[in-house]
């Protein structure tokens, strides 16, 4: 993928201390284009949309919403927590929008592995396939969160 | 084929390379003097260089018109009528502005360009709203995650405000944070403390005004702060009343009540506040002094978490039990002050009891 300008502004934006103190990068040495060919790659490989994986994220995520806080059994497969926090964070891609800087923490219940993102990483796997830098507090590797979902490959 | 995209390439790059020598000529070249900005029919008139973006020159000359995202364009807070010289509506305001609004010449004041003389109109408040030097006077922990912060006065040295609204701290530059931001808190101090002002902040994960006030600021340390602004302040009726809070909602209430108590106001007085576990309770010593003060006011804590060894108070969702201990909203005023998610939840379980929306007042954590 190329660097156009308007990657270049979101890349920008997603330094330490553009709109996210630690940023989006984490420790991943990759640049945007080569986290976004990554990112797509391992989804085609998993035979998962990045829209299939957000939306999984978004429906046990907010389901969770009726505990304040509290956790919240799932479908029975899930326990949801959900941490509803003051204020709201812009995409760091150029275009209108705003995010309640909402954490969700989702784990199976099945095989304990546990997960942890914002409303915002919903938004940017879901619009821009993007499941930012290794090391970021909010990545989650495709694979991770295809396994934590149980979301089946599509046909 | 490969002709074809290099051509294609070769246009992109050409535009590309157009609109960036645009946007520099327009900064650095483009002289556009000073215009004159016309405020509600001659209230104030500002001369200011052109060039810059309105919301960053009302700022400059202490005029605060509320804004989430520091002029982003991404928050829509900074709307405000321009009727002359505001230039064509702006492809970034389109998701922000109502087609109504746009009749009526509203506009995102981040994205309007300073070209020529103007006329616009903003609420009259807007002009009571000042900046303030202060010093931090004490930050103590409240519990994990939530600080109380204190603000000595310095210039000015008086604040005059309703309980129950906030204002908004800037935070400068520091570690990886290059751009000064500001960000709204509510005032947990009462009104008839005029010389320092106090925050209750909770730490929000990869916040830059969270981190910076947890692991930053000290006592002592000089900061800025706007305001008041904001609606949410007690109704001066005779009306019962049921306040509703979690986490840092608390902060508005305990102005309030501390400034009933200091008034003798006796409106019979629920609040209930939710949290997970005893981790997440405080102010309990201050809530029980206010009860002995104050016959008609009960504080009512409510657990939601399952493993809260020796509690013996209320349990369960907020909601229900606010739903249990209300039995009924005759003549009754709410207050409430928390996430999105739980004031959405309240505000339905007031209104199948029959208070109507009219009498429901919240601050929303958004």
């Excluded at chain 2, 970034?92 to 994205?111: F, H, V």
């Excluded at chain 2, 804590?301 to 969702?317: K, Q, R, V, Y």
């Amino acid at each position: 993928m190329k660097l156009t300008p308007e990657l270049q502004k979101a890349s920008d934006k997603m330094k330490p201390g553009g709109i996210a103190r630690e940023g989006f990068f984490g420790h991943d040495e990759r640049d945007l284009p080569t986290l976004l060919d990554d990112h797509h790659a391992a989804c085609r490989r998993l035979g998962v949309s990045w829209e299939a994986i957000a939306k999984e994220m978004r429906r046990v995520g907010r389901a969770g919403d009726e505990g304040f806080g509290a956790p919240v059994i799932v479908d029975d497969k899930w326990e949801v927590i959900v941490d509803e926090n003051r204020g709201k964070i812009p995409c760091p891609w150029p275009h209108p929008g705003v995010y309640q800087k909402t954490v969700y923490t989702v784990k199976n219940l099945r095989s304990g592995k546990s997960v942890r993102y914002s409303e915002l990483s919903i938004h940017m796997i879901y619009a821009h396939g993007f499941f930012q830098g290794a090391g970021s507090s909010f990545y989650n590797d495709p694979a991770v969160l295809v396994d934590v979902f149980e979301i089946q490959p599509e046909e | 084929m490969i002709e074809v995209l290099v051509s294609m390439g070769v246009v992109g790059v050409i535009g590309a390379v157009l609109a960036v020598a645009l946007e520099l000529a327009d900064r650095y070249i483009a002289n556009y003097g000073e215009a004159t900005i016309d405020i509600n029919d001659g209230a104030k008139e500002l001369t200011v260089e052109g060039g810059g973006n309105l919301l960053g020159a009302l700022v400059a000359e202490g005029i605060f018109v509320p804004s989430a995202c520091g002029g982003r364009g991404s928050c829509g807070y900074c709307k405000c009528r321009i009727t002359e010289g505001g230039g064509p509506f702006l492809p970034t305001e389109q998701s922000w502005i109502t087609t109504e609004e746009k009749s009526n010449d509203m506009r995102l004041s981040c994205q309007v360009k300073i070209r020529e003389d103007m006329r616009i109109y903003i609420p009259e408040e807007l002009f009571l709203i000042k900046e303030y030097q202060g010093m931090v006077s004490s930050i103590r922990d409240l519990t994990g995650d939530i600080k109380e912060v204190r603000i000595k006065l310095v210039e000015p040295a008086e604040i005059e405000f309703q309980t129950g609204q906030y204002m908004q701290l800037t935070v400068p530059e520091y570690g990886d944070v290059d751009e000064s931001v500001y960000r709204a808190y509510s005032l947990s101090s009462p009104e008839y403390e005029r010389n320092e002002v106090e925050f209750i902040i909770r730490y929000v994960p990869e916040g830059i005004c969270t981190t910076w006030v947890h692991q930053y600021l000290k006592v002592g340390d000089e900061v800025t702060i706007n305001g008041p602004h904001g609606d949410f302040y007690l109704r001066d009726t005779d009306a019962k009343i049921i306040m509703i809070a979690g986490g840092s909602g608390l902060a508005p209430f305990k102005g309030m009540l501390l400034n009933m108590a200091k008034q003798g106001i006796t409106r019979p007085t629920n609040f209930f506040f939710g949290a997970v576990n005893q981790d997440n309770l405080y102010y309990r010593d201050l809530m029980a002094e206010l009860e002995e003060k104050m016959p008609n006011f009960k504080f009512i804590p409510a657990l939601s978490g399952e493993d809260n060894p020796g509690w013996d108070g209320e349990t369960g969702l907020i909601t229900d039990v606010v739903d249990r201990l209300t039995p009924d909203v005759d003549n009754t005023e709410a207050y409430l002050c928390g996430s999105p998610g739980m004031i959405d939840a309240c505000i339905k379980v007031l209104t199948k009891k029959g208070l109507t929306e009219d009498k429901i007042y919240y601050d929303k954590f958004s």
